[in-house]
């Protein structure tokens, strides 16, 4: 006998509101914890009036996109000015692969899905992300002095009414927009690059023309992430300096290996840091964005410091290769090698969109008194790297074109689906 399907009881349970409720908090306890394990690793334990908690929710937020707004001050006869944009990319990794396995887990083992039962099951954990993201919005607010320097200096600042403060709060309304956004393309996403989760009828026609190629696309992204992993303990491991590497992986690892993938594709971007700002990143990246007004990030200029950042190439090439040939094996034999390549075109130009996007970086501070420059060198200062964008697009849709069409051919000789083996003589 053919086991019966599913009961509408037994569907509703699977996806209830206690199963939402288990994916929400389990993706959030997981941002919460990786945010909490780097922030202490950089050091932001330390942080007066027991700040550590609320700077762990406003890097949950930050995290999904939302908006916090930094303030600063000094009393009557100064002003401090200070913003900040940027995205902890380690944190979004983990909950986006977090909160889509729990989304899918309720739909294995299943051939078909209604349309009306999906939107339902996705419509109650937005419900409670929104809510979750409410409470992490109120947590995420704090306001605490800075130290200005030895005992003297802050005995002035004390006199002269100029110690300066600084605060954070979130702008719930906007994050609640983003973070809605992150969460449906966090799901959308996660029924795009699963082989097993079903999909509505209607949706149907992506199981072969759109799935193979996202799930190439993150299986690049996610090599990356373990390639520069290994790297950054390679490193700890021969240089030193644990506490700071380990701060880079768990926050903003993502951040430079994706910068690096975009430009081994020959993207270029634009930055500058000014001041006493210690940037995660690589040394010979620090030093050229240091070295003019506003600097070039490319191959060419960085390979004027480490030659090594030719190797950038070549670790494309190979993987994107490998995605390709995935892709194509994973595809119906029918689909010819030009479609391959327009397909993986899509895919990487809208892969280097989102990175372009997400892996800009913004921020700013300093002090004036009664509206005078800045008070001392060491507070004030500005950073910012942003990507050229559509140049970016445009070699990620070239790179897409000849890598998609070479991994079709070498795909060539494996057996796929719809293939027919030729009849016996």
Request: hydrophobic share 55%; aromatic share 6%.
């Amino acid at each position: 006998m053919s086991p019966r399907p599913p009961s509408d009881q037994a569907v509703v349970a699977q996806h209830g509101w206690a199963r939402a409720l288990a994916t929400v908090l389990a993706a959030l306890i997981a941002m919460g914890v990786v945010a909490a394990l780097g922030l202490w690793a950089a050091g932001a334990s330390d942080l007066p009036d027991n700040a550590f908690p609320r700077v762990v929710a406003a890097t949950v937020v930050t995290a999904v996109g939302g908006t916090i707004k930094l303030s600063g001050g000094a009393g009557g006869l100064a002003d401090g000015t200070a913003g900040l944009t940027v995205i902890p990319l380690s944190v979004t990794l983990t909950g986006a692969l977090v909160l889509g396995a729990g989304f899918l887990r309720p739909l294995r083992h299943r051939a078909v899905t209604g349309g009306r039962e999906l939107a339902g099951w996705a419509a109650r954990i937005a419900v409670l992300w929104l809510l979750a993201l409410v409470a992490l919005g109120y947590a995420a607010r704090q306001t605490f002095k800075l130290s200005v320097g030895d005992d003297t200096l802050s005995d002035l600042g004390d006199l002269f009414g100029v110690s300066p403060e600084v605060g954070f709060t979130t702008d719930i309304p906007r994050t609640l927009l983003s973070g809605l956004l992150w969460l449906a393309g966090v799901l959308l996403l996660a029924l795009l690059v699963s082989r097993r989760a079903p999909l509505p009828g209607q949706l149907l026609r992506l199981q072969e023309s759109v799935r193979p190629a996202a799930h190439a696309m993150v299986v690049v992204l996610l090599a990356y992430v373990v390639l520069g992993t290994l790297v950054a303990l390679v490193v700890a491991a021969t240089r030193g300096h644990a506490s700071e590497t380990l701060a880079v992986i768990l926050l903003g690892l993502p951040n430079l290996v994706w910068l690096a993938l975009t430009i081994g594709l020959g993207a270029t971007w634009n930055g500058r840091v000014e001041g006493p700002f210690g940037l995660p990143m690589p040394h010979v990246l620090d030093e050229v964005l240091r070295s003019k007004d506003t600097a070039t990030l490319d191959l060419s200029t960085l390979a004027e410091h480490d030659g090594r950042i030719w190797w950038l190439v070549v670790v494309d090439a190979v993987l994107l290769l490998a995605a390709a040939f995935l892709m194509a094996a994973r595809s119906p034999a029918r689909v010819r090698a030009w479609q391959h390549a327009v397909r993986l075109a899509i895919a990487l130009a809208l892969t280097v969109l989102m990175i372009c996007l997400m892996g800009r970086i913004s921020a700013h501070y300093g002090l004036s008194v009664l509206g005078i420059g800045d008070l001392g060198g060491g507070l004030g200062g500005k950073l910012f790297l942003e990507p050229e964008l559509w140049s970016a697009v445009g070699l990620g849709a070239l790179w897409g074109l000849v890598t998609g069409f070479l991994g079709a051919l070498l795909a060539r000789p494996v057996r796929r689906k719809g293939e027919i083996e030729p009849a016996d003589a």
